[in-house]
Each structure stands twice: as structure tokens, then as C-alpha cells.
């Protein structure tokens, strides 16, 4: 009789997907519409004259009638800065969009806000790419998974076949002595067969159970990467903690930049320099890397780049939209990307975008 099966490299191929994802603390909308051709589109606002449909709730941020909007005063109650770049700190914000958060400035005092776009478009980025890829591969795994369970499956029907047939053939033996070695046999057949099935039996409702899973947190990606396509809205934190939303203004078409504004308020701002840096000048990266808010590193400025500034202070995921300032306080660029040979974790350099940049894009807009 053919061996029974085994499986225990199923146990390889079972994946656990883990995608983390940023939960809003208030609900909004996410409405739809058909435009001019006819076309589904989205939006977390209803548009005069369409039909807007809400489709479905997402998190969202503290209202802006909660909040105090005279930030300069409620910070100022709570700090007490020493010196020019401590007070540069009491300007930068942390950015929550739907799939991820970043860092950003106050450049005017009536709350004009420069981040980085990739922090407001984050579903157009490299690591809106990454998830994109991993997802991919992800299914297929699943797939493949879904193969090998059902191969084995079918080769238990085939081994409870062979072992209906021996039970035929058991008891159709005349000899009281052959019979009784065919039922110790069959017995050993029995029980191993029984443990196969129950173990396949196990792996298949623990690929299901992890497959719903996956399939779940799918749909969520894929619906948290359609709002934020289209988000006009976003929860800002301050540096004492304190939560508002400001609208984006403009998005650049050219350079990773974006401008939001935070509506009827007083802000601390900082200052776009007006001299250019050169190697070796101090800078201070400043913004909420790993989800820790409120961050300050120290490095100098490595190389002056035809579009960037390259820096050796420390730059982690998060810190993208923050300020690098120089020891007055003034920004000389926009803290853009970490570039090292594996991780953002590891040793590297940053890159930020200089501040020309940002008067070019969003200079119409300052006083």
C-alpha cells in the first residue's frame, strides 16, 4: 500500500501578512460621483452639483473648532526656548494621512504649512511601490500554497480509496490467520491515515483563517491608497501634542514638495533662509522619525548637490517634510530622504530639497 502523505513542508509556505496601517481617531466621509464621461470618482468631500454618494467612513482628525487657533500663545504658555533652534521646534508639526505620517513647518505666521508631497500623496511613492510589490508576491504565495493543500487533499481520497480496498480485500480472506495479520496491517494504515487527514485538515483551515486575513488587510490598503489619492484634509499635530486640520493648497508638479493651511489661526513660523549653505556648515534635522514626535538631530551639511543638500544628521522615516535649519534657526531645506545600502535604519546620509524650491512653487502664497 503506497505511503501515506506527508506534508509538514506546508508549514513553509503558510504566510502571515502583517501591513500596518495608521487609525484615525474621528470619522469622516469618502464620497463618489460620476464625472463628465461617465466615470466613478472619489473624493472626502461631496462636489457642488454631483450626485455625491458617501461610500464609506474613514479616520480622521480633531476638529478645527476644538482647538484653540492662536498657537503662538499655547505654546509659549508651555515652552520656554533657550536658544534659536529650540525655538525652530515649536514650528514643525506632524502630518497624519491615511496610510502613513511625516513631518512638516509652519512658514507664515497666518499657518501656512511646506511638507513633502509624498507625505499627502503617499500612495505615489516608492513605498506605496514597495507595498504594491510585496502584495503581489504575497498573493501568488497564497496561491501556490492553495495548490499544494489541494495536491494533498487529493492524495488522502486516493489513500482512503487504497485503504477502502484493503478493507475489501481483509475480509474477504478465508485464512483466520492471514485475516488477523491483514487487521493488524490495515489497523497501522487506519491510523496513519487518520493523522495525515487531520494534520491537512488543520493546514488547510489555518491557510483559510490566514488567507481572510490577508485578503482583509488588502482591501483596506487598496481602499486607504483610493482616499489618499484624493484627501484635501489632514490631522496636524503640534509640538505640545495639540491636534487641528489643515487643508492642502497645492501639490508641486515638478518637485516633492506640498503646501497645506491650517484656517484662522496664529502659528510660530520659521524663517526660508536667503544664503546658501556649503560643506561643513551645522545643521538640525527636525521632526517625528518612527512615529516619535518632536525629534532634533545634529549633523553637517556633506555636499551641496545640484538640486539637494546632502546632510550626515540623522533622517528616518517621518522625518520626510521637516525642517534642516541652521544654528539661527532659518531653514536652508526640506528634509526629503534617507539614502544607505539596506535599510533607512542604517548608517547613511539625507537629502533635503533647498528652500529655493519652495519659494519657486509655493512663493505666491507667503507675505
Known sequence: MQQAVKIDRLHFFIVLILIVFFHGSVTAEVYKYKDSSGRWQFSDSPRKGADSTPVRSYGGGASNSTVSKDFIALLNRKYNP???VQEATMAVVTIKSKLGSGSGFFVTDD????????????????????????IK???????????????????LVVNKQKLDEFWG??????????????EQEYAVYADRYQQDKEH????????RNDEQKFLKQKSDFNFSSSIANVAQSFQIT???????QASLVKVSATDDLALLKVNGCKAPYLILSTRGVSQGTTVHAIGSPLGLRDQLTQGTVTQVLA????????????????????????VVAVNTLKIAKGSALETGFGVSIPVSKVRQNFGQYFK
Open 200 to 207: 491537512v485538515d488543520f493546514i488547510s483551515q489555518r491557510f
Open 238 to 244: 503640534l509640538k505640545d501634542n495639540t491636534k487641528t
Open 169 to 182: 480485500y481483509m475480509n474477504g480472506l478465508s485464512s483466520a490467520k492471514e485475516k488477523q495479520l491483514a
Open 307 to 330: 538640486n539637494g543638500i546632502a546632510t550626515d544628521a540623522q533622517i528616518l522615516p517621518g522625518n520626510s517634510g521637516g525642517p534642516l535649519v541652521m544654528d539661527n534657526g532659518q
Open 82 to 84: 533657550q536658544n534659536p
Open 111 to 134: 499657518c501656512y504649512i511646506v511638507t513633502n508631497k509624498h507625505v499627502v500623496r503617499p500612495a505615489k511613492g516608492k513605498q506605496w511601490d514597495a507595498t504594491q510589490t510585496k
Open 137 to 155: 508576491q504575497n498573493s501568488a504565495t497564497f496561491e501556490r500554497t492553495r495548490l499544494q493543500i489541494a495536491n494533498e487533499q487529493q492524495r
